[in-house]
């Protein structure tokens, strides 16, 4: 009876981990999955995807601040490290209150959200409760858009044409696509808000149909590497760039070898862990770059190691792993994927990835 217990509580052990193991790309796949490729049809630029979960983070980041290690913010540090790219820029760059001005959220509003951009096509949605959705609705209306019915749901709008920006409307603090003037769409269902910068991505969005995005080939490359990535903790935020023909954040090698690159962040108590993954242009050798990379890796980041990465490849894509504590800010930042971030952002790595 006791050797039965132990092999089922092992198996338990190794469904949970396999389960945290796949998290990452998981959620990728369904953001990916949400979106019909029509939507951005003729949209320009790269397809800039994120989905986030604050609260994976935001009570680590309060025991953080019970221990002294960080300032008693965790619901902004929980913000930061769940929202996606774009939301996250203005965030980082506001001061709360200018975006409790512009849309009436405040940090502790960033809970479970995603987007998917491409120029000026975005769309995406977050949970919403009574006390967010009320100051949502309010600040909105108060700034001057419309409330209809479509559909049987509530919608805020405004702006006559979908993805026309108005450089005389906007709002460096309105991370929903304000920033640039662009139209927004907002509508209520439950606990959900869909938003969007024009009315098909908002239609298409809720009741999808044709291909979507995680079909496409490069995504399909991207999530495979993501499913190699261990069991890190809980998933903070994923984020992926797919090329579309246009530039990836990598610099030096902005048009180089890579098709589509993500990040994920991820959380565990007193640990963090970090994943890159760079999928491949057809017909690079993935094999004897991951060699290259592990050779290199020393000196492709200007900022620390909190640990060695782990490097793998297969399938046309190549992922990184790196897992390590707090560290001194604890949980305020992932010290992981700072490194991961300043290896795209430095040159290096662009240089050794156009060799």
Not at 69 to 82: C, D, I, M, Q, V
Not at 131 to 154: I, K, Q, T
Not at 271 to 277: H, L, Q, R, S, Y
Request: charged content about 20%.
């Amino acid at each position: 009876m006791l050797i039965r217990i132990l092999f089922a509580l092992a198996l338990l052990l190794l469904s949970a981990q396999t389960s945290a193991a796949q998290g990452a790309a998981g959620r990728l796949q369904t953001v990916l999955s949400s979106v019909p490729q029509a939507v951005l049809d003729g949209a320009e630029g790269p397809i800039i995807a994120g989905y986030g979960n604050g609260d994976a983070v935001r009570w680590i980041a309060v025991r953080g601040a019970q221990a002294g290690r960080n300032p008693n913010t965790p619901n902004r540090f929980a913000a930061l490290r769940s929202a996606a790219p774009l939301q996250r820029d203005i965030i980082e760059g506001t001061e709360d209150a200018a975006i409790r001005a512009a849309v009436g959220l405040t940090a502790l509003d960033w809970v479970e959200t995603w987007e998917v951009s491409a120029g000026t096509v975005r769309v995406g949605a977050m949970d919403i409760f009574p006390d967010s959705e009320m100051r949502l609705r309010g600040a909105l209306f108060s700034n001057g858009l419309s409330e209809d019915d479509r559909g049987g749901a509530p919608v805020l709008w405004h702006g006559d044409t979908d993805y026309a920006a108005d450089t005389f409307a906007r709002d460096p603090a309105h991370p929903f696509g304000g920033d640039q003037g662009l139209p927004l769409r907002m509508l209520f269902l439950g606990d959900r808000a869909i938003w969007a910068t024009g009315w098909t991505a908002l239609d298409a969005v809720r009741a999808p149909t044709g291909a979507n995005l995680a079909a496409r080939a490069d995504a399909q490359t991207l999530l495979g590497g993501l499913r190699r990535v261990g069991n890190l903790g809980g998933v903070v935020s994923v984020r992926c760039w797919l090329r579309n023909g246009a530039e990836l954040p990598i610099t030096g090698a902005e048009a180089g070898p890579v098709e589509a690159l993500a990040l994920a962040d991820f959380a565990n108590r007193e640990t963090e862990g970090a994943a890159m993954v760079l999928a491949l242009a057809e017909g690079v050798d993935a094999e004897s770059l991951a060699v290259r990379l592990r050779e290199a890796w020393p000196i492709l980041s200007e900022l620390p190691s909190p640990a060695e990465p782990e490097i793998s490849a297969g399938g046309g894509s190549i992922t990184l792993t790196m897992r390590s504590d707090w560290g001194d800010d604890g949980a305020a930042s992932n010290a992981a994927y700072e490194v991961f971030l300043n290896a795209l952002n430095g040159g290096r790595l662009g240089f050794l990835l156009n060799r």
